[in-house]
């Protein structure tokens, strides 16, 4: 009997443990893993931000090049189009052979 009360506790031990023990070890080995990860890619972190910027930088020129020398919006290019009219509650002119299609975004 007193070897019951001896051992219940003793066998108790890790079942309480495991809310708190669990949690704990769990995230110091995630912040260990973490800041190995981060210092062992920091150079390529900083190599890529750093080619992303020149990148960014050359656009930017390149787009206010390509702004300077357009002098017009560019409306002026647009190809003009007149549709056919109908008198209301006439059919239209037959000219177009195009397809009309729906595509159910479910299908």
């Known amino acids: 009997m007193t070897l019951a009360f001896v051992l219940l506790p003793l066998l108790a031990i890790p079942l309480l443990l495991k ?20 210092t062992k890619t920091s150079g390529r972190r900083h190599h890529i931000l750093e080619l992303v910027e ?5 656009h930017q020129e390149e ?18 189009y007149a549709l056919g009219t109908s008198q209301n509650g006439d059919k239209g002119e037959a000219e177009w052979d195009g397809i009309v299609g729906f595509l159910h975004p479910f299908w």
């Open 19 to 38: 809310p708190v023990l669990f949690p704990l070890l769990s995230r110091t080995v995630g912040s260990a893993l973490g800041w190995y990860l981060r």
């Open 54 to 58: 020149r990148d960014e930088e050359r």
């Open 63 to 80: 787009a206010k090049e390509r702004k300077a020398k357009e002098e017009d919006d560019g409306w002026e290019t647009v190809d003009s």
